[in-house]
């Protein structure tokens, strides 16, 4: 059967969303190295809010075959949206001191420098009906996996009217059934 | 292409241009008749379609405000997203999968087979199965339905495979890939279908049936028909005797417009139809139009519904091709010694890695969460649609704070499981988990119910005017020019997809209003 190849394509044109943190980023994944949380760009947020939802969204949805170059790409809507909406610009940048606030007293760090992720889902745990997580979470949901970039790393291939649907491209090409 | 006046009081007004009311609109014209459709949507074609779920959800789907109560799990996790329905020419038939089954001689005579079940309002249909055959016939005839009228069955895809090779280990018989409204092969001016796999995006090579393409353009070569889009019908408006007389409108530019009508047919879908009957309330109707027996918005029923994705451990890659052209048929029979009432189909399903995201376990997140994900390719998946109790508090009504645009109130959902609906999904829950074990499922998802994509019985059918809303045509026990013309008139759900019996139900709708038209009786 045809199957897809979900390796990373190093080396391609990444599409950060601003100049400012294209260039490094781009530089850093073009030489095989990931972008580290810090590089998400903010314009509207705390730059120490940025960083703690993109160590949020590796943890709320853990792909370690992910590079964060994707989940920056997926917080940059939570910018965006905070440009266009005071209320919700206050609830991330509230939302993220709070739980620094919390991992300060549990760990004495920030957050995202709590190195074990068991930890870092356990201050989770203790927001888990906040509208702050429940913001992040759902809007991350959208955003994460709304990205054709990754669709092949996962094994789904998109649209496809434009390649003459899969009528000749395996739909029907599954091999390993038992036979009945 | 026909354009009537304002003014011209000799139209039938059909509100809505979906399964019930594009299918009315072109039969009425075939025979005739002048129609005007108002639909609230905008005209989208097949090249504008769009092989991506969020861009096609936004740009079909029906995402004015609703609201949402009672103990279902939607309530929670998609408060304002209580149904998957669309707003567009075509309406809901732009987005559907094609599944088109004909209820069974019991699912009419619900109250005499299930007998007295405590919390549910069942009620016979004032119509049978031998009525209403011949109607099928012609309907699966229009719709070009698979496995009917000499008309070959589509291929199975890859989920389709495996969830065959499951059932044929389990014992079951009756698995095939369904009786499908999508061509197999050319019929009727259209293509066959090539696989796509993006079925519930609005089929990009016309081989779905839709309303759309069909229906519509054929209404309109008649020119008797006119569909104006963006026209969202504020009012059902009547005169001092009690008949209707036509409906006000909001149009594309924001202004009220009245459209007269000889006669007016609701076919909004089950949420907006009632809710148009209720906005519509006056000072001589003041519960709402058609409403003397209390029976509108109430009966709301939402099949009962799930999902059971399974993983292997090799890919299947269940997106490629039909969503939905495959079905096990033998839970479908009513036997109580399953421990519940009616029956269910299992159907295969997939979506696209988007919408799984969003819908395998709304709310959820973390490793055990991530790793369905991880396995995308290699999951296999079916829907449960099975029969759900029609239950006289899960309703629709108009929401007390909320508004839309044009200031009027908006549908209000409240829906809970009928204790016959928890048992139902459980046994689908367990025999869907049963067919992928039986061929070496690594590991089995249970998904709750999604946003509704099948919503009836708001305005039910009734032989006593008392129970419900409608007599055998759809036509309201109250006002004799006003028709309900979609799945709104369902007395019962019946254990099936919903769509064939909606437009069987329009044909011969269609044909009873043109002979009382012509007896000047209406
Ligand atoms: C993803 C998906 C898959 C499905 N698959 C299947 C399947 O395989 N088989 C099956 O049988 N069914 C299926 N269905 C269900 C099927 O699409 C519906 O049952 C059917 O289309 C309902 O027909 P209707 O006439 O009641 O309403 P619709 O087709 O929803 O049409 C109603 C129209 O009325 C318009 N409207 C509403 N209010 C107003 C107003 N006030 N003024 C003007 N216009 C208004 C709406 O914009 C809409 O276009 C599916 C549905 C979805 C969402
Ligand atoms: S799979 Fe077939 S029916 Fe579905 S969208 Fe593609 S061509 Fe249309």
């Known amino acids: ?180 | 292409m026909a354009q009537f006046d304002l003014n011209d009081d000799g139209v039938v007004v059909i509100v809505g241009s979906g399964a019930g009311g594009g299918t009315l609109g072109n039969e009425l014209a075939q025979r005739g008749i002048k129609v005007v459709i108002l639909e609230a949507g905008a005209r989208n074609e097949i090249p504008d379609f769009i092989n991506d779920e969020w861009e096609s959800f936004a740009q079909l789907a029906w995402t004015d405000m609703r609201t949402t109560g009672g103990t279902f799990r939607l309530a929670r996790d998609f408060p304002n997203l209580p149904a998957w329905i669309v707003k567009s020419v075509g309406g809901t038939t732009t987005h559907w999968a094609g599944a088109s089954l004909r209820f069974q001689a019991h699912e009419f005579k619900v109250r005499s087979t299930y007998g007295e079940l405590a919390g549910a309002n069942l009620l016979d249909w004032p119509l049978t199965l031998a009525e209403l055959e011949p109607w099928y016939d012609r309907a699966e005839s229009k719709m070009g339905v698979t496995g009917t009228h000499g008309i070959p069955r589509l291929p199975g895809n890859n989920n389709f495979k495996v969830m065959a090779a499951g059932a044929a280990k389990l014992g079951y018989r009756e698995v095939h890939t369904g009786n499908m409204a999508i061509n197999s092969r050319p019929r009727d001016g259209r293509g066959s279908c090539q696989q796509i796999g993006f079925c519930f995006q609005g089929c990009k090579s016309g081989a779905k049936w839709s309303t759309l393409y069909t229906e519509i353009p054929k209404g309109e070569e008649t020119g008797r028909l006119e569909v104006r889009p963006n026209a969202m019908v504020a009012r059902i408006e009547h005169d001092d005797a009690g008949k209707v007389t036509g409906v006000l409108y909001v149009d594309e530019g924001g202004r009220m417009q009245r459209q007269r009508a000889r006669v007016v047919a609701v076919a909004g879908n089950s949420l907006e139809s009632p809710r148009l009957l209720l906005n519509s309330a006056s000072s001589k109707f003041p519960d709402g139009l058609a409403n003397s027996s209390g029976q509108v918005g109430r009966n709301y029923m939402r099949h009962t519904t799930a999902t059971v994705y399974a993983a292997f451990e090799r890919p299947v890659h269940m997106f490629r091709g039909t969503t939905m052209a495959g079905i096990i048929r033998d839970e479908s029979k009513n036997d109580p010694s399953r421990g519940f009432v009616g029956g269910y189909e299992m159907e295969t399903l997939s979506l696209g890695l988007p919408f799984m995201a969003a819908f395998v376990n709304p709310g959820a997140w973390g490793r055990d969460y991530a790793s369905i994900l991880d396995d995308y390719a290699n999951l296999a998946g079916m829907w449960i649609v099975g029969e759900d109790m029609p239950q006289a508090d899960n309703r629709i009504t108009l929401d007390p704070h909320e508004k839309d645009r044009n200031g009027l109130p908006v549908a209000h959902v409240a829906f809970s499981d009928h204790p016959n609906d928890v048992a139902m999904r459980e046994h689908g829950f367990r025999q869907g988990s049963a067919v992928y074990e039986a061929v070496g499922a690594t590991r089995v998802i249970r998904t709750p119910p999604y946003p509704s994509t099948h919503n009836l019985g708001t305005n039910r059918m009734s032989e006593r005017p008392r129970d419900g809303v409608v007599n055998r045509f759809g036509q309201t026990h109250d006002i004799p020019n006003l028709f309900v013309s979609d799945g709104s008139q369902f007395t019962s759900g019946a254990g099936c997809n919903p769509t064939l019996t909606i437009v069987a139900l329009a044909m011969r709708q269609a044909e009873h209003i043109a002979e009382r038209m012509g007896r000047r009786e209406i």
């Open chain 1, 1 to 180: 059967m045809r199957v897809i190849d979900k390796r990373a394509r190093l080396g391609r044109r990444l599409f950060l969303r601003s100049a400012a943190t294209a260039v490094p980023a781009t530089a850093l994944a073009t030489a095989g190295i990931d972008a580290p949380a810090e590089a998400a760009n903010a314009e509207v947020l705390k730059p120490d809010t940025m960083a703690t939802l993109v160590r949020m969204s590796r943890d709320l949805y853990p792909h370690d075959r992910l590079a964060t170059r994707y989940y920056i790409k997926a917080c940059a809507t939570f910018d965006e949206k905070a440009a266009a909406d005071a209320t919700v610009r206050a609830m991330l940048d509230e939302g993220a001191a709070t739980l620094d606030a919390a991992s300060q007293a549990r760990f004495r760090r920030a957050y995202r420098d709590v190195p074990q992720e068991t930890d870092r889902v356990a201050l989770l745990e203790g927001i888990r009906e906040t509208p702050f997580l429940n913001k992040v979470r759902s809007d991350l949901v959208v955003s994460l996996y709304n990205q054709p970039d990754l669709w092949q790393r996962f094994g789904y291939e998109g649209s496809s009217f434009e390649h003459g649907g899969y009528i000749n491209r395996g739909f029907d090409d599954i091999d390993w059934l038992p036979q009945s």
